[in-house]
């Protein structure tokens, strides 16, 4: 029964303790500044926001026993332009983080294939294994896809700044807009997109390394 359960759990949730932690601390926020925002305006909704940040990557920290890199590096962009957003009164500061750090993701992995310091080599190469190419080409991918979503995230910004759209009996403002676009559209694209990337990996996955699969006294002989 037991291997049963699990078997039904993986097949209609296929994420680890790992991506569940992630996922919640991407979404989590931005569905709390969502709610708090619709009711008691941008500054309780940035508070709300920076307040769950906060908590997230506390929860991925004590979690997983180690602080991983990117989302601790988004989070103190997110806490950085919730600040500034609750000091100047301008919602833009939040918007504007995302394009501005997806920009710069996109840089920096764009320059670690040009210096031959793959990124994502240099920080998963001893958890999973895989060919140069295949790092290079996935490395490539993603910041591709970060790029293509500053671009995206500008577009949505820009357009709906001074919008007031009525619906199920309320007003959605631009901010309202940009988080459910946020919350319906990247996510879900950027859920599929990295899916797709981890199964074109497999063509350029490398057999686990001799030293780690071979018991002591093997690898000694």
């Not at 602080?67 to 806490?79: E, H, N, W």
């Not at 309202?176 to 559209?185: E, P, S, T």
């Amino acid at each position: 029964m037991a291997v049963q359960a699990v078997t039904w759990r993986k097949r209609h949730y296929p994420f680890n303790a790992e991506q569940t932690v992630n996922i919640l601390g991407e979404i989590g926020p931005l569905v709390a500044m969502f709610l708090v925002n619709g009711v008691y305006g941008i500054a309780a909704g940035t508070w709300a926001l920076i307040g769950c940040t906060l908590l997230s990557l506390i929860s991925t920290l004590v979690m997983l026993g180690r602080p991983p890199v990117m989302p601790f590096i988004a989070g103190a962009v997110s806490i950085t332009f919730g600040t500034l957003t609750l000091v100047t009164g301008d919602a833009m500061w939040v918007q504007i983080k995302v394009t501005l750090f997806n920009s710069l993701v996109a840089l920096m992995l764009w320059l670690s294939l040009k210096t031959g310091h793959n990124f994502f080599r240099f920080v998963f190469g001893k958890t999973f294994h895989y060919t140069n190419e295949g790092w290079a080409k996935f490395t490539r991918n993603v910041a591709v896809f970060f790029l293509a979503t500053a671009v995206a995230n500008e577009i949505v910004r820009l357009s709906c700044a001074h919008a007031h759209v009525s619906a199920l009996n309320r007003v959605f403002t631009g901010v309202d807009l940009w988080i459910l676009f946020k919350i319906f559209i990247t996510m879900p694209v950027t859920a599929v997109f990295f899916w797709w990337q981890a199964q074109v990996l497999q063509k350029y996955r490398l057999p686990e390394p001799i030293a780690e699969i071979a018991p002591n006294g093997d690898a000694a002989s």
